[in-house]
T-cell receptor, first 113, second 113 residues
Framework: GQNIDQPTEMTATEGAIVQINCTYQ??????LFWYQQHAGEAPTFLSY????GLEEKGRFSSFLSRSKGYSYLLLKELQMKDSASYLC??????????????FGIGTKLQVIP | DAGVTQSPTHLIKTRGQQVTLRCSPK?????VSWYQQALGQGPQFIFQ???????QRGNFPDRFSGHQFPNYSSELNVNALLLGDSALYLC????????????FGPGTRLTVL
């Protein structure tokens, strides 16, 4: 089966940089996603990694190491609106070509002034 | 381009009742996945539909069933509701083939009293 671990809570200061780590164990790995979820809302897509390395998108970057089963989400120049839960999710491919996405518990990030 | 839509947004039921939730996928997507998200947890995979058939299923009892229609829209049915079924139910659409990400609808908040 799949197993995804990420810290449950983090606190960071406005304007600073924060790194949220995610480790996973899965078979048929076919990509890792990061989603942002504000309280009471649906998750919104942030980033996708399927090859090793860093993907940068504005203030958000995501890194993947497939051999280590490890990813991180880097948020720069933190803003108060970045206070949210950040979900790490792993996509696996099964026989027949069907894919399933498994989510971690989410990291609740609080940005303080 | 319409995104993923879900109805209703909120629903209150009592124990033992049955409920049907509805989802229309993003234009061009052919695969629908349903998730249950309890408070403070990450989304838990219920099942996935493609070509009007259930293709993958998570660890949910048979009380949870679904359907996909020829226009790719989908329904989630839950019978014999329990208090523990209270959660945010998320629908996500994607393409079976390709590396496109999965997009979420706004969710249906189900409360079982």
């Amino acid at each position: 089966g799949q197993n995804i671990d990420q810290p449950t809570e983090m606190t960071a200061t406005e304007g600073a940089i924060v790194q949220i780590n995610c480790t996973y164990q899965t078979s048929g790995f076919n990509g890792l996603f990061w989603y942002q979820q504000h309280a009471g809302e649906a998750p919104t897509f942030l980033s996708y990694n399927v090859l090793d390395g860093l993907e940068e998108k504005g203030r958000f970057s995501s890194f993947l190491s497939r051999s280590k089963g490890y990813s991180y989400l880097l948020l720069k120049e933190l803003q108060m609106k970045d206070s949210a839960s950040y979900l790490c999710a792993v996509r696996s491919r099964f026989s027949g070509g069907y894919q399933k996405v498994t989510f971690g518990i989410g990291t609740k990030l609080q940005v303080i002034p | 381009d319409a995104g993923v839509t879900q109805s209703p947004t909120h629903l209150i039921k009592t124990r033992g009742q049955q409920v049907t939730l509805r989802c229309s996928p993003k234009s061009g997507h052919d695969t629908v996945s349903w998730y249950q998200q309890a408070l403070g947890q990450g989304p838990q995979f219920i099942f996935q539909y493609y070509e009007e058939e259930e293709r993958q299923r998570g660890n949910f009892p048979d009380r949870f069933s679904g359907h996909q229609f020829p226009n790719y829209s989908s329904e989630l049915n839950v019978n014999a509701l329990l208090l523990g079924d209270s959660a945010l139910y998320l629908c996500a659409s994607s393409l079976r083939e390709g590396a496109d990400t999965q997009y979420f609808g706004p969710g249906t908040r189900l409360t079982v009293l």
